[in-house]
């Protein structure tokens, strides 16, 4: 929650935390610690933030080309 400040999208990414461990676990074994999925979860705001700026930046560049 502290990272992205929103309830639902921090509610969102807890979630897909969740399913990457429920993916993973079974082929890996579940890690002794919760340290793994933590690490995760607190991953999963950094990379919805980078691919959101990613997607603004892409479209500006195709509404300059468009421009042009």
Same mark, same amino acid.
């Given at each position: 929650? +502290?990272?992205?400040r929103d309830i639902s999208l921090a509610e969102e990414l807890t979630q897909d935390a969740l399913?990457?461990? &429920?993916? #993973?676990? !079974? /082929?890996? %074994?579940? !890690? /002794? *610690? #919760?340290?793994? &999925?933590? $690490? *995760?979860?607190? @991953? @999963? !705001?950094?990379? =919805?933030? +980078? =691919? *959101?700026?990613?997607?603004? *930046?892409? &479209?500006? +560049? %195709? $509404?300059?080309?468009? +421009?042009?």
């Amino acid at each position: 929650m +502290r990272m992205v400040r929103d309830i639902s999208l921090a509610e969102e990414l807890t979630q897909d935390a969740l399913v990457a461990a &429920l993916k #993973a676990w !079974p /082929a890996s %074994g579940v !890690p /002794a *610690t #919760a340290a793994w &999925l933590m $690490q *995760t979860a607190k @991953r @999963r !705001p950094i990379d =919805h933030f +980078r =691919h *959101t700026s990613m997607a603004v *930046t892409k &479209l500006k +560049r %195709g $509404q300059q080309k468009y +421009r042009e």
